[in-house]
């Protein structure tokens, strides 16, 4: 089993339409989470931090459950520049400042 | 301030040869990350270091090597090139504090083997 997974997709949505990923990993000791962006032939960028609480930035929202070890992204109004792969990123405390990648999943968003 | 930086951005190689790709991280990280990118796939993780150590690898033949140089920066040699290793190589560098921070990539050098 992979340490982070991840739905690859591809998600294909219209305009406007709200969609939501989930990420699941698997070392109960993680404890810090990220959600990273990346457009096609480009490096990964943050697009968010994941904190206990859920946290909201714009049209992004992102939470955590912890006993379920998941967590999820959800976009509101998806716009054409949305498209992207999407990657969960988990750090292993336990084990320094260790980051891991899920595979990412793939959003096409259509006109 | 500057970011992570890579070099060189391509790098065209022969099988066979040997290829080495540099990054520097951003003032003040002390851990880089390298990854391999092939074209439509996923990130494949390849090394950590931190404080001048290797702190992992990834599952890729001992021919994928890698240090890290006192002012944090780092370099990767990959060894008697196969036509697979053709891919985007990724480095980022991050903080490194028991409360977790995030990375952040460099541009990635494209090698291209042939």
């Known amino acids: 089993r992979k340490e982070v997974e991840q739905d690859p997709g591809p998600f294909n949505v219209p305009e406007g339409a709200t969609v939501a990923f989930n990420c699941t990993y698997s070392?109960?000791?993680?404890?810090?989470f990220f959600w990273y962006r990346q457009d096609c032939r480009k490096e990964p960028k943050l697009l968010m931090s994941?904190?206990?609480s859920g946290n909201e930035d714009g049209r992004f929202t992102a939470q955590l459950n912890r006993a379920s070890q998941y967590i999820s992204l959800l976009i509101r109004d998806s716009k054409l520049s949305d498209s992207a792969t999407y990657l969960c990123v988990v750090n292993r405390n336990n084990a320094g400042n260790m980051l891991t990648f899920g595979g990412g999943t793939r959003l096409m968003v259509k006109p | 301030e500057a970011g992570v930086t890579q070099s060189p951005t391509h790098l065209i190689k022969t099988r066979g040869q040997q290829a080495t790709l540099r990054c520097s991280p951003i003032?003040?990280?002390?851990?880089v990350y390298w990854y391999q990118q092939a074209l439509g796939l996923g990130l494949q993780f390849l090394l950590w270091y931190d404080e001048g150590e290797e702190r992992n690898r990834g599952n890729f033949p001992p021919r994928f090597s890698g240090r890290q140089f006192p002012n944090y920066s780092s370099e990767l040699n990959v060894n008697a090139l196969e036509l697979e290793d053709s891919a985007l190589y990724l480095c980022a560098s991050s903080l490194t504090q028991t409360g977790g921070t995030e990375a952040f990539f460099g541009q990635g050098t494209r090698l291209t083997v042939v």
């Open positions: 003032s003040g990280h002390t851990s």
């Open positions: 070392n109960s000791a993680s404890q810090s």
């Open positions: 994941v904190y206990s």
